[in-house]
């Protein structure tokens, strides 16, 4: 039996997804997690095989949880389920140690595909991410946000979602100077000077949504 975990900010993809899994005669749901921190939290508790992981929630998000959970318990296997799908983004999450990486736009069998992949100790890349992936890397493409470390790419997805210096100091643990230093890095990196700037650079790049509502 293949116990799934599901980490996502909405409730209704929670539940709807939950409900999908259920039906399936090899899975059974675990738990939910609605913010990194509870995901983390929750998997510590649960023990599940499988964690399917929103990257972008509120909290520390889904790329630290990733990187925390794979640290600390590499049993459970994190595929991560997100809109974004961007070459950066796929790389970063890989780097954190997902087993995979899937957009909310595949299938539903993918989905179930994806989960008995990393299940078995198999990596899994979505079709339509693995196909931007090969082009990118046949183009010689890259993104700015390939400049970056994991520790910078997960401190701007931080500020992008509004997140204050004092905030991301407390959820990962770092002083606030630290946080300042990663912050200057990451601006020069990317050749931008504020907050807005690199929000409009993530918004070109597919980091982010141009809209998103706070979860309830």
């Keep these: ?77 994190v595929l991560a389920l997100t809109t974004h799908t961007s070459d950066s983004l796929a790389r970063h999450i890989l780097e954190a140690g997902a087993a995979g990486f899937l957009s909310k736009s595949s299938s539903y069998h993918e989905m179930l595909d994806a989960i008995r992949h990393v299940f078995h100790g198999r990596r899994y890349i979505g079709h339509n991410v693995a196909q931007r992936l090969a082009l990118a890397n046949m183009a010689g493409e890259a993104s700015r946000f390939d400049r970056l470390s994991l520790r910078e790419l997960q401190i701007a997805l931080m500020i992008v979602n509004c997140q204050r210096v004092a905030e991301i100091s407390e959820r990962l643990h770092l002083s606030s100077k630290t946080v300042h230093t990663y912050r200057y890095r990451l601006f020069e990196k990317l050749n931008v000077s504020t907050d807005v700037e690199l929000t409009h650079l993530a918004l070109r790049h597919g980091l982010v949504d141009g809209f998103e509502a706070t979860p309830p």
């Design 1 to 77: 039996m293949i116990n799934v975990l599901i980490a996502d900010p909405y409730h209704l993809v929670r539940t709807s997804i939950a409900h999908r899994l259920d039906q399936e005669c090899d899975i059974a749901i675990a738990g939910e997690a609605a913010d990194g921190e509870s995901a983390v939290g929750q998997c510590r508790v649960k023990r599940p095989n499988v964690m399917l992981m929103d990257i972008r929630m509120p909290g520390i998000g889904g790329l630290e949880a990733t990187r925390r959970m794979h640290r600390s318990m590499p049993e459970t296997k």
